[in-house]
């Protein structure tokens, strides 16, 4: 389980809030709107309302103890600069900004953001499933049931082949490479062994997927 803060609840902040507390996570939420704020209280861990360009409402919300803190503020790109630029001032560690507009990602990044997202709710679901998960790099949804995943590689495999480890059966997902660095390389070897600082590249079903990148 993580703890996460969202900032904003129009659309994309509600449907990334939804997401995250059904995959088991601790959410608070911000907004400036009592409307929205209580549109989803009952459901979050925690509910604020509150301006998100008053540094002293988020210092107030203790950000340094967020995993992730997002900013998903709509039609108002000025808001969405100075939260960000405040968040990682108070300390936050890890800042992921929304943007409407693509050349808006480079201001964003510019003053901080550590990542920036830029589309509706297929990105909501995308996001939350991947800063959610302990031991992911990167998700991609195919289908509403199958999706293509990068992970670090188990601890429980390392050393071990693909063979031993029976992955199809046991996981109900197939190896497509190895990643090491920024190389991919196609995995045929069914004698491959496991290496701890290699990241897997897998496609599966996606609940299964879900299941092997939150693993302990």
């Keep these: 389980m993580k703890s996460f803060l969202v900032i904003g609840l129009g659309r994309f902040g509600r449907n ?7 995959l088991g996570n601790e959410v608070m939420v911000l907004d400036k709107e009592e409307e929205r704020v209580a549109r989803i209280a009952g459901a979050a861990t925690a509910a ?14 203790g950000v340094r103890n967020f995993d992730v803190c997002f900013v998903c503020v709509r039609d108002d790109f000025q808001s969405s600069l100075e939260a960000t630029a405040a968040l990682k ?3 936050a560690k890890c800042v992921v900004a929304r943007a409407d ?7 964003l990044k510019k003053i901080g953001a550590d990542f920036v997202v830029h ?16 031991n992911a790099f990167d998700y991609f949804e195919l289908t509403p049931k199958f999706a293509v995943f990068e992970i670090e590689t188990p601890e ?5 082949t693909v063979i031993e480890m029976d992955v199809r059966r046991r996981y109900n997902v197939n190896i497509l490479g190895v990643k090491n ?26 609940d299964a997927g879900i299941r092997l990148m939150n693993q302990d």
């Design 16 to 22: 990334l809030t939804t997401r995250l507390l059904e």
């Design 48 to 61: 604020c309302v509150g301006d998100c360009q008053d540094e002293q409402v988020l210092a107030s919300l």
């Design 89 to 91: 001032e108070l300390g």
């Design 101 to 107: 507009q693509e050349r808006q990602i480079k201001f």
């Design 119 to 134: 589309t509706e709710m297929d990105m909501a679901y995308r996001v939350a499933t991947r800063f959610s998960a302990r």
């Design 156 to 160: 429980d495999w390392e050393g071990k």
């Design 181 to 206: 660095g920024d190389e991919v390389e196609p995995l045929m070897d069914p004698h491959y062994r496991f290496q701890a600082d290699a990241h897997l590249i897998i496609a599966g079903d996606k």
